[in-house]
């Protein structure tokens, strides 16, 4: 799934960018030129809904 970024990621956010993976079910974060990011995910265990709030707690303002 594509997430678009809120705006773009500064040290902080790069810094949190890891803990977004302790939630189970997130496998891989990609993050692309063109200011998205790319998640791999379980989707048998997690909605994209969780994912975005799975960023949003981390401090990462994206749109799903």
């Known amino acids: 799934m594509h997430f ?3 705006r773009p990621l500064d040290d902080a956010m790069l810094e949190q960018l890891p803990s977004t993976h302790t939630l189970y079910g ?16 379980d989707a048998t265990r997690l909605r994209p809904a969780e994912v975005e709030a799975a960023f949003s707690s981390a ?6």
């Open 4 to 6: 678009r970024l809120q």
């Open 26 to 41: 997130i496998q891989k974060v990609k993050i692309n030129n063109d200011g998205t990011l790319t998640v791999e995910y």
């Open 59 to 64: 401090g990462i303002p994206v749109i799903g």
